[in-house]
């Protein structure tokens, strides 16, 4: 069906009438989307609304996080055009998932960034549509917690990285992408005692009592393990997702800003990621592909993909 529908369909992003069903155009032309979803400002009737953060200021070593929406939006386009595999439904079916775009802020004012991204966030989430962020640094994820606590209180913070980005900083102007969660915990929007940070490989002496699962342990204790202690952390509690992509080896997601060995591979991500359904999820995003330090594209994909089972976990627990 796919080969035959895609002899008529294209630029489905802006042709597709509603917000349901699956795109079967070629995966090398027509209008660029998440998934080929519509693309929208009004999000009337949406449930989940992808929005992109090309925002780009506080990596350690490698810039270029500016361009991962874009990147991850055409790799999306790659996936198959078909229910995605091992979750037994088809989310882009049985929701309305619509592409917002991106935030529009001045690149030259970052000090007004963080209440730029937030109220960003917060107009999505007051059309009642929740959120699913490419980005863009990692830093982005705090204005998106307050946008979310607003509305839910305090949250679960579930986050795959390589780094617990929890170093002690109380100077709440400092956009800096290695101090958003200690601020987060500090000004109470995450309970760290029902949160858990995944695949965790370089030192911080005090983690504010947040609950680590670094990678030495995933690789030993497998994956199935891996998840079903998350799950036990996380309880019932509602929770955000944040992916950076730094969580897996540079072996396999090279275009990343703060590149550490010994990471999770994507296989053990996936694993993980789907064994998760059920999490009372409410939002989510995935975090620092860098394009300009991968020529090959394939952290893009993975940024993709995770994208993807991040929609799918959050679809899961509303069918």
């Known amino acids: 069906m796919a080969l035959e529908d ?13 917000y349901k069903g699956l795109s079967f155009e070629n995966t090398f032309g027509g209008v660029t989307s998440f998934l080929r979803r519509t693309l929208t400002k009004d999000l009337t009737g949406v449930d989940l609304a992808v929005t992109g953060i090309p925002f780009d200021q506080a990596v350690t070593n490698r810039p270029g996080t500016r361009l991962g929406p874009r990147a991850i939006r055409e790799a999306s386009a790659l996936q198959s055009p078909d229910a995605p ?5 088809d989310p882009l079916s049985e929701f309305a998932i619509a592409d917002y775009g991106d935030l529009a802020f001045d690149y030259a004012h970052v000090d007004e960034f963080p209440a730029a991204l937030e109220a960003h966030i917060t107009g999505i989430l007051d059309q009642g549509a ?8 990692h830093y982005i994820t705090f204005p998106i917690l307050r946008a979310y606590a607003k509305k839910h209180g305090p949250l679960s913070l579930l986050q795959f ?9 109380d100077d709440l102007t400092r956009v800096d992408h290695g101090t958003m969660f200690y601020k987060a915990v500090k000004e ?14 370089t030192q911080n002496d005090d983690t504010l009592g947040v609950n680590i699962i670094d990678a ?19 309880g019932d509690n509602k929770t955000y997702l944040t992916f950076d992509i730094d969580a897996l080896d540079p072996a396999f997601a ?21 064994d998760l359904a059920g999490i009372n ?10 394009p300009p330090f991968d020529t090959t594209g394939a952290t893009a994909i993975a940024g993709a993909h995770v994208a993807m089972e991040i929609l799918c976990l959050w679809c899961w627990t509303r069918r």
């Open 6 to 18: 895609a002899k008529k369909q294209v630029d489905t992003a802006i042709t597709r009438e509603g």
């Open 85 to 89: 595999y091992g979750w037994g439904f």
């Open 130 to 137: 929740a959120s699913l962020v490419l980005g863009g640094d």
């Open 161 to 169: 990285d390589a780094h617990t980005d929890t170093w002690p900083d």
């Open 188 to 201: 109470g929007i995450v309970d760290p005692s029902r949160s858990v940070q995944v695949g965790i490989r």
């Open 216 to 234: 030495r342990e995933v690789h030993e204790r497998g994956t199935q393990a891996t998840a079903e202690k998350i799950k036990s952390i996380l």
């Open 254 to 274: 090279p275009g990343t800003g703060t590149p550490v060995w010994g990471g999770l591979t994507s296989a053990q991500a996936s694993i993980i990621l789907r």
């Open 281 to 290: 999820l409410v939002g989510g995003d995935i975090v620092e592909v860098s």
